[in-house]
């Protein structure tokens, strides 16, 4: 058929699900190759604390069945990339088999980082970020009365809490000054470890693992000032890293992820990268930037798909949004959140409740939000389409606005 092309999507997570359907809309006749190690059905990990605890079931993780390729005619392959080469339009996957393609997106996620500490492949010590994962760890549960978990980041917290809803004993250790530094400022962080402290979750701040020993049935861990913290497991949480193919022949441009530009065309013309692997524009800093999260990666891949379809789609850049229930605790975090540029705040203790807007000149460039986050998406919005605030620059912080209120306002504004 005319214009028919044949487009591999490696990776079927948030990125190459979002890029396939949208090429989809504007292609029906193309052949898509999709690629994937996985052995299960595209699955979500944002929840996958809930099914450790037994809040949710297995089937809630999955965001489409098998049967979903099927309907877009996809030609499914599990397996894993061994290479590719750039110059011949070739993919090697581990059958020993070749795949030729006219266009590649490469959405391959990200994988944990592991770090070189003695022990740290011992036995009942955890990664805690696939679903292979939180079933190795399920089926220990049982025989798991107390855990510690190398991490303060997002992962981290999520085990934490599945952990504690079980009635474990749980150590969090982090080798920074705070928790969740990547969404909360210092003074959002202290609320939320006083939080915790009051629950009585253990923090070791400041203090990084250098050995993990097996005693017995047990797990020691050794930290750097000393102390001896013996537990039945250990979670590893320190971060995570973009899975980079192997390229031969001709290079892709990277950094910390590939590096692609607006169209998330890489430095090849005929191969694009989104999501966990991409390094794409930051709206705030202007720099190239590893965003690694899910709202991200699917409109990454939206304009991934719009492109490799023949559309001439421009990504905006990032600002990275997230969102954390810790609890009875609600953390929502966007944009640019450090003190040195002009913010406000607004903080009431009793109710645990903390807004901080940051702002370059009257536009909102970063927000955080402790339990008063209804207006959030809106003040993400403004802060995305760069609109100036003006007068009510000194307002936003003060006091959650319904959407009404927000949307009149901002029209106003571009009146």
Do not use: C
């Amino acid at each position: 058929m005319k214009g028919a092309k044949r487009v591999v999507i490696i990776g079927q997570s948030a990125a190459g699900l979002s890029a396939l359907e949208s090429f989809r809309l504007h292609d029906k006749h193309s052949e898509v190759i999709l690629i994937t190690k996985e052995k299960y059905p595209p699955y979500t990990r944002v929840f996958l604390h809930y099914f450790l605890d037994d809040s949710i079931t297995e089937d809630v993780l999955y965001i489409r069945d098998r049967s979903f390729f099927k309907d877009q005619k996809v030609k499914y392959i599990n397996g894993k990339v061994l290479s590719i080469d750039p110059l011949r339009s070739k993919i090697f996957i581990d059958s020993s088999k070749e795949i030729s393609f006219d266009q590649l997106l490469i959405a391959t996620g990200a994988s944990p980082i592991i770090p070189d500490i003695p022990g740290i492949s011992g036995k009942d010590v955890y990664t805690f970020w696939s679903l292979d994962d939180v079933k190795r760890i399920k089926r220990r549960i049982g025989r798991i009365e107390s855990v510690a978990i190398i991490g303060g980041g997002l992962i981290g917290i999520q085990a934490m809490q599945a952990f504690i809803n079980q009635g474990k004993e749980v150590y969090i250790i982090e080798a920074t000054e705070q928790l969740l530094s990547r969404i909360a400022d210092r003074r959002l962080s202290n609320i939320i470890e006083d939080f915790l402290k009051g629950i009585g979750i253990h923090l070791r701040k400041k203090e990084r693992v250098m050995e993990i020993k097996r005693r017995g049935r047990k797990n020691m861990v050794i930290l750097s000032g000393g102390d001896e913290i013996v537990v039945d497991a250990v979670i590893v949480a320190v971060g995570a890293k973009p899975n980079f193919p192997e390229f031969t022949g001709e290079r892709v441009q990277t950094g910390k992820g590939i590096v692609v530009d607006e169209r998330m065309r890489s430095s090849i013309n005929n191969i694009f990268a989104a999501g966990d692997v991409a390094e794409s524009t930051d709206m705030i800093t202007g720099r190239k930037e590893v965003h690694g999260l899910w709202s991200i990666a699917v409109e990454q891949g939206k304009v991934a798909g719009e492109n490799m379809a023949g559309n001439d789609f421009l990504y905006e850049g990032a600002i990275p949004w997230s969102t954390l229930r810790v609890f009875n605790l609600e953390i929502a975090s966007f944009g640019y959140i450090e003190d040195e540029d002009d913010f406000r705040v607004y903080e009431n203790s009793e109710g645990l409740i903390y807004r901080k807007l940051v702002f370059r000149d009257d536009r909102i460039i970063g927000g955080l939000f402790l339990n008063a986050s209804s207006d959030a998406g809106i003040l993400y919005t403004l802060s995305k389409r760069g609109i100036g605030l003006g007068i009510w620059k000194e307002v936003l912080h003060r006091s959650t606005l319904n959407y009404g209120k927000i949307l009149n306002a901002s029209m106003k504004l571009l009146i």
